[in-house]
């Protein structure tokens, strides 16, 4: 094909690409200016999983880039700042309002104020320089706050040793202390400073539950400036109850409940549970509610108050839960869950239940909402309760905003620079074959099951009342939160109801689907990395979800490399298991480190101090060769640019397109 019939094929794209670019000059200047781009090292990739409501530790860990930042730091004042001088330095670059308020009494006090903004100030510069060397100028400035832009620009960009430039670069730090703007400017360059260190985030699942701050992740996450999430099981509870799934409203309640972190539905989303609390005052009131004290992992001052109530709250809201999800699987028997049907099996004159073929005494023997002719009913009260959490999850302004933020930036899966995300698994069977699943209707595996799936929750989300599908897409997401071929899940069952109400161990256990060991093999992750399009030599999984056990020795590389396992323990329940406090995949321009977290003592001592987040790094994969841009998947977007844009010249060059002055 010539040129010209390239051209005409391609014309009606050009014509709209001319509107943009009306003549040569200023498409050659745009294939310039991208070719430049092509020539970067690539950014800084940081991939975690697992949240679980650590919001301190994870809010922490965004603002230090997983100690990024102390390495800059470390580099540029390695011998002419004490170890003292650079806590304080990071300190003040992680929590620039805070340090500056905590700073300025005494030095207002000896006199030193204005020349600790200079240090500060020529200080925070030198390490926005250092993390700015891999973007264009322009990009930079899209990052600046508006009111700063000129100044903050001078500052990146003049030269500190050339001595007439020095002069006036100095001037310039002068004049923004005399003007009494340096806590700004200072303010405004160290979130310059979070924000290019990291150029994009990436969580590879479950922002919620157990931990007290999930809504506040949220509140940073809405607003950074470029990141991403693969949806967990958890994730998927909390969007299924906000788009009013109420077997998942039931549950989001008692997780929160048995954790000990009803702030997060109270104080951050605003539900009302006083209907709750009173229900089960009323129907438990001299019931001890001994199986349902809940676990304190925060030494929180609410449940020394009120444990009592909490245990109550936490069985009346259980007791709702096993009913609701009766009603689904009932609905739905394509699910071929009826072995989780338990309530039809309790035996209310012997106190026992039937699972399985075996009889099982249960630990609680107070059911008084159960009816034995219709367990799965719930009673007039049981159904006023549920309509006022629904009506609480749904007006719930914040908690919609934040469920349109996870639709907005979220997904199933993300192919991304030879690395292929995704919360759990791909549910394969024991011979080793993806298994086919019955996705509301469609029988699917492999990649397109993980689409399928994508499509249902957002069908579930956005088809509310527009579809007819829509109600058992909502269903499927109570599927997906415990489904044996649920990606998200993959175990043969929840046995929430079992450590309730059996004391057998045996019969608690959850049986975890063939794909959690296959994939430690490098031959199935490279089957899994070529049915997603990947070249298996240069690809890589990225799972969470299962939590490493560093303590008993687990690593999170598995299968020779192939797949990373980074669910590390973020939130304090896990830490027990895991034994650190998380992990973060970085992957920069000289290739991949893997670091681990020592446990985060707090927020206002890291002010206070200095003290951080300790860090490991695990393992290091990197090789002489940088990465540049070119080579990434935003490599090869700009470079169709790049050929769209040559396309467009040779159009003006031939009369095809005219070029406008």
Not at 272 to 301: M, R, V
Not at 331 to 360: A, C, S, W
Not at 564 to 570: A, E, L, T, W
Request: overall charge negative; aromatic content about 10%.
């Amino acid at each position: 094909m010539t040129e010209k019939e390239q051209i005409r094929n391609n014309e009606r794209y050009l014509r709209l690409l001319a509107e943009k670019f009306p003549n040569s000059n200023a498409a050659v200047t745009e294939i310039i200016n991208l070719q430049s781009i092509l020539s970067l090292p690539k950014g800084t990739d940081h991939f975690v999983s697992d949240l679980h409501g650590a919001s301190s530790e994870f809010i922490h860990m965004v603002k230090n880039a997983s100690g990024v930042i102390r390495r800059k730091v470390d580099d540029l004042y390695a011998d002419s700042l004490s170890e003292e001088e650079k806590r304080a330095l990071c300190a003040l670059i992680y929590y620039p309002d805070e340090r500056l308020e905590m700073e300025r009494p005494q030095r207002e006090t000896d006199g030193s104020l204005k020349q600790f903004y200079k240090t500060r100030l020529h200080q925070v510069v030198d390490v926005a320089r250092a993390v700015t060397v891999k973007y264009t100028r322009s990009k930079v400035r899209k990052l600046i706050p508006q009111d700063y832009t000129y100044v903050i620009e001078e500052l990146l960009h003049e030269s500190t040793t050339e001595k007439d430039r020095a002069t006036y670069y100095n001037a310039i730090i002068d004049a923004i202390v005399d003007s009494g703007k340096a806590e700004q400017l200072i303010t405004a360059i160290c979130y310059l400073i979070h924000w290019l260190a990291i150029d994009a985030l990436h969580i590879v699942g479950d922002v919620f539950d157990r931990g007290p701050g999930a809504e506040k992740i949220m509140e940073v996450l809405c607003t950074y400036h470029n990141f991403d999430i693969q949806w967990g099981n958890h994730d998927i509870e909390w969007m299924g109850a906000a788009a009013g799934n109420l077997a998942l409203i039931a549950t989001v309640v008692r997780v929160s409940i048995r954790y000990v972190n009803i702030e997060t539905l109270e104080e951050g989303y605003g539900i009302n549970l006083l209907p709750l609390a009173t229900f089960a005052i009323d129907t438990y009131g001299n019931d001890p509610c001994s199986a349902f004290q809940t676990k304190d992992f925060e030494n929180n001052p609410r449940l020394k108050r009120s444990a009592a109530l909490m245990a109550k709250m936490h069985k009346a809201i259980s007791v709702i839960q096993f009913k609701l999800e009766g009603q689904t699987i009932q609905r739905h028997p394509e699910y071929q869950m009826q072995n989780r049907l338990l309530l039809d099996k309790i035996d209310f004159e012997h106190g026992t239940v039937r699972i399985g073929k075996q009889e099982f005494e249960l630990t609680d023997k107070n059911l008084p909402t159960i009816d034995p002719a219709n367990p799965y009913a719930l009673s007039p009260e049981e159904e006023a309760l549920m309509e006022q959490l629904a009506r609480s999850f749904r007006k719930s302004e914040r908690m919609q905003k934040h469920l349109h933020c996870l639709y907005q930036h979220g997904s199933l899966f993300l192919c991304h620079n030879n690395f292929l995300l995704y919360h759990a698994a791909i549910p394969m069977t024991e011979d080793g074959k993806f298994m086919e699943v019955d996705v509301c209707g469609k029988c699917v595996r492999g990649k397109a099951l993980m689409e399928r799936v994508d499509e249902v929750i957002r069908d579930a989300y956005y088809g509310r009342g527009k579809t007819a599908t829509a109600a058992d897409s909502l269903d499927y997401m109570w599927y997906l939160w415990c489904g044996y071929c649920s990606p998200l899940y993959h175990k043969d069952k929840m046995t929430t109801f079992e450590r309730y109400f059996v004391a057998d161990k045996e019969v608690q256990k959850e049986q975890k689907g063939a794909y959690y060991e296959l994939a430690n093999h490098k031959d199935t992750c490279e089957m899994i990395l070529r049915e997603f399009g990947i070249e298996p030599d240069k690809g890589r999984i990225i799972n969470g979800h299962i939590p490493v056990r560093t303590i008993r020795g687990e690593t999170p590389m598995r299968a020779e490399g192939k797949r990373f396992v980074i669910d590390g323990g973020f939130s304090k329940p896990y830490q027990e298991k895991t034994g650190i406090a998380g992990y973060t995949l970085i992957y920069n321009s000289h290739g991949i480190q893997l670091v681990e977290h020592e446990m985060f003592e707090s927020r206002a001592e890291a002010i206070r101090s200095g003290a951080d987040i300790h860090t490991r790094i695990q393992l290091q994969d990197f090789s002489g060769h940088r990465i540049r841009i070119r080579e990434t998947d935003q490599g090869r977007l700009l470079q169709e640019q790049i050929d769209n844009l040559q396309q467009l010249v040779a159009a003006y060059e031939h009369g095809i397109i005219q070029e406008q002055s």
